[in-house]
Every structure is written in C-alpha cells, then in structure tokens.
C-alpha cells in the first residue's frame, strides 16, 4: 500500500538504463521525473524526450512532476511521451481543474503539486476529480534540501480531508523522504514517496540495497 518512486533526477544520468534496471529489480512502485522550467522554479531537469527514453525500458509508471508554469500548454506533450501520471502546481495554472480535466481525458492520473506555504484548502474544489496530491515537504527546484517540519500538519489535513470524499487519492511526498522522515510522513497519513538522495541515490550502498532498507523503515 505504500509506494515507493525513485526520482530520477537524482540518478546517474550517464547510467540511466543500468539505474533503472537495478531499481525495476528492486521493486519499485514508480518512477518519478522532475520537470522543470526554469521560471516556475530556477533550475532545469528533465523533459519530454527523457519521459520517452524511460518509457522504453521500464514497465512502471511514470510520474511526471511538472514544476513549469501554465502546465496546461504542455499537457499533451508529457501524454505522448509516456507519462501515466502527471501532476501540475496549483501555483502554476490559473486553471486548476481544466488541466486536471484535460490530463484525465488522456487517460492518466492527475495530481496536483503544493509549494510549502500553499494550504491545502487551495484543492478544495478539485477533490471530486484529483487522483492523488503531492505535499512538497522542500521547496522545489533542487534535490539535498531539507524538510519543512510544518508539512507532517499539512499531510495529516490533507489526510483527513481525503477520508470524508471516499476516493481513492494518494498522498504524496517530495523532498527530503528518507529514513529520518518516512516514520512520520507514514503516521501521518502520506501513501507514496519519492526516493531521491535522502533515500536512495547515495552511499556506497546500492540503489537495490537502498531501496530494501528503505522499505523495511514501512514494515517497522
Ligand atoms: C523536486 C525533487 C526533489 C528530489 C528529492 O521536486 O523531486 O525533491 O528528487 O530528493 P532529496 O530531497 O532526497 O534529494
Ligand atoms: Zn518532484
């Protein structure tokens, strides 16, 4: 019931086919891929044509965070490309639930992203459509931050929110989930986390032997 997605912004991009077969061996749940634009936030990471190149060895969903402004624009692209999911900021549109809408009719799961100091009522006219909400627990834009203690709150709320819909919308948290924060993110209600180097892209450990104890911080 918990996911785990490495985020694959933080693998090593030179040896990108061999990272995802040891994490695919692994037993991950997802992929996770930051994209960003420059202007939304100030860095730049992957795109459409990495989504691609994923796409054609791995079986796994692929989760694309867009961390770009008017996301809407840009929707088709990631679908194409192979994306099974996609999230989008709040933030970023001033079209919440038309491109929520739009990713849905391509037949992908739909997110929405929160920045640290967004409050979760900003979805409160998205529940009846969201598939899943992903609770920054950094500000985006760079991997090694770390976490913002007020976000296990912002997960428990959201957590409770969720409960009275009756759906099934995950809960996910990016930024800093390694074994210092998964316990609490799980207590207080988080269902998919993304591994970036906190967790997994690190050490001289592998990513299968990082991801095996990564996991077994669920079962504690
Ligand atoms: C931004 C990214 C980062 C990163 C997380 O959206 O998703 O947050 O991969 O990895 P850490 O924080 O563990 O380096
Ligand atoms: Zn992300």
Same mark, same amino acid.
């Given at each position: 019931?918990?996911?785990?997605?490495?985020?694959?912004?933080?693998?090593?991009?030179?040896?990108?086919?061999?990272?995802?077969?040891?994490?695919?061996?692994?037993?991950?749940?997802?992929?996770?891929?930051?994209?960003?634009?420059?202007?939304?936030?100030?860095?730049?990471?992957?795109?459409?044509?990495?989504?691609?190149?994923?796409?054609?060895?791995?079986?796994?969903?692929?989760?694309?965070?867009?961390?770009?402004?008017?996301?809407?624009?840009?929707?088709?692209?990631?679908?194409?490309?192979?994306?099974?999911?996609?999230?989008?900021?709040?933030?970023?549109?001033?079209?919440?639930?038309? @491109?929520?809408?739009?990713? %849905?009719?391509? !037949?992908?799961?739909?997110? /929405?992203?929160?920045?640290? =100091?967004?409050?979760?009522? *900003?979805?409160?006219?998205?529940?009846?459509?969201?598939?899943?909400?992903?609770?920054?627990?950094?500000?985006?834009?760079?991997?090694?931050?770390?976490?913002?203690?007020?976000?296990?709150?912002?997960?428990?709320?959201?957590?409770?929110?969720?409960?009275?819909?009756?759906?099934?919308?995950?809960?996910?948290?990016?930024?800093?989930?390694?074994?210092? @924060?998964?316990?609490?993110? %799980?207590?207080? !209600?988080?269902?998919?986390? /993304?591994?970036?180097?906190? =967790?997994?892209?690190?050490? *001289?450990?592998?990513?299968?032997?990082?991801?095996?104890?990564?996991?077994?911080?669920?079962?504690?």
């Amino acid at each position: 019931m918990h996911k785990l997605g490495p985020s694959l912004m933080c693998a090593d991009l030179v040896n990108l086919e061999q990272n995802i077969r040891e994490l695919d061996e692994a037993g991950v749940d997802f992929y996770h891929l930051d994209i960003m634009d420059g202007q939304f936030v100030p860095n730049f990471t992957l795109g459409p044509d990495l989504v691609k190149a994923v796409r054609r060895i791995t079986n796994k969903p692929l989760d694309a965070h867009l961390m770009v402004k008017e996301p809407e624009r840009h929707i088709d692209l990631f679908a194409d490309a192979g994306a099974d999911m996609i999230s989008v900021h709040q933030e970023a549109t001033d079209h919440l639930q038309s @491109t929520l809408m739009r990713i %849905k009719n391509r !037949g992908l799961k739909a997110g /929405v992203a929160l920045n640290p =100091a967004t409050p979760p009522d *900003a979805l409160d006219y998205v529940y009846d459509i969201v598939d899943y909400i992903v609770v920054m627990t950094v500000n985006p834009g760079f991997a090694g931050q770390k976490f913002i203690p007020l976000m296990y709150d912002k997960i428990a709320q959201i957590a409770d929110k969720v409960k009275g819909y009756g759906r099934d919308i995950e809960i996910q948290v990016d930024g800093n989930i390694g074994a210092a @924060t998964i316990p609490t993110c %799980k207590e207080h !209600g988080a269902s998919m986390y /993304v591994l970036g180097t906190s =967790a997994v892209f690190n050490s *001289a450990r592998s990513l299968k032997d990082n991801v095996a104890e990564t996991r077994k911080l669920f079962n504690a």
